[in-house]
């Protein structure tokens, strides 16, 4: 069946053929948003639960079930809120999340709590001059990373109006968006859009979040196109997901994607400990695991850096296996294979 506005509710996924009844999944719409828009609509294979777009965004039963160790902010975004709509983790960079709406609503969202149309809603005018203050108020924040909420649902005269209001801050240098918009409403990306998002003179940096190959269409490509062009650079984002990009084909595929598409791999991320998606949740062992088989297998280029966002706000930190280890006074280092080898290397003729 064909899509032609955005799913937001049960009755329309069944309609559309992406679930075969409405069977408990009322309740999971009730505790978190859906949407689904009609390029992500086109992707999913209809009748299959386990399709790995399907899996991304077609709400499951299994998102009633919290674990233990999950939490509604998983990363500590509230305790690091010095007012509202920015957080503060880090001496150089802020958040500031203007918006809290998506046009698509992720399973796997770590923010699942505070996003949708019942979340925290659109900073108020009073609240983006206090967040803008606080920007202006504190010459160590060299960059500004807008994303909520998607910021690119943002129309564009709305956009410039928040470029512009940075330009004014001499201190930031660099304004990053963190964004889904390129592959699930491609058609957002026009040239007005791209010339909002370089409004302010600043450095503009677009982090493109992507989780599997099938998601760069023919659309999503030329608007990556588009604004690598006007000047725009583009930057990844992808989470490791179970029954998603769990795979070295599937992972290595989509990393070379990125590249071909000049977008510079950035962050692969372990997934956060948000309520209701345990069943996406890889081992930090396995993601080491294929972490480690993507350096052998494609180019230096499509290798993204894989992380953990600690629980509690404590930020991220690089957890890919280390490939070298201090023994016997020297170095063993492990190849692409899983081969050891010692450095430096032994003398040959000592060991004759």
Known sequence: MSVVRAIKAVDELVAAGLVPDAAGLEAVAAKYAVAITPAVAALIAAGDPDDPMARQFVPRVEELVTTPDERADPIGDLSHSPVTGIVHRYPDRVLLKAVH?????????????????QGLGTLTPAELDAAMDYIAGHEEIWEVILTGGDPLVLSPRRLSDLMARLAGIAHVKVVRFHTRVPVV??????????????ASGKTTYLAIHANHPREFTPAARAGMALMHRAGLA????????RGVNDDVET?????????????????????????????FRLSIAEGQALVSQLRGRISGLAQPTYVLDIPGGFGKAEIGASAIAAADGGWIVRDWQGQAHAYPPRDQSSQD
């Open 101 to 117: 709406v998506c046009p698509v609503y992720c399973r796997f969202c770590f923010r699942r709590e505070m996003v949708g149309p």
């Open 185 to 198: 409403e491609p058609e957002r990306i026009d040239d007005a859009m791209v010339a909002a998002l370089l």
């Open 234 to 241: 583009l930057i990844s984002q992808s989470v490791l997901l």
């Open 251 to 279: 992972l290595a595929s989509l990393m070379q994607a990125f590249v071909e598409n000049r977008v510079q791999p950035y962050y692969l991320h372990h997934p956060d400990l948000a309520p209701g998606t345990s069943h």
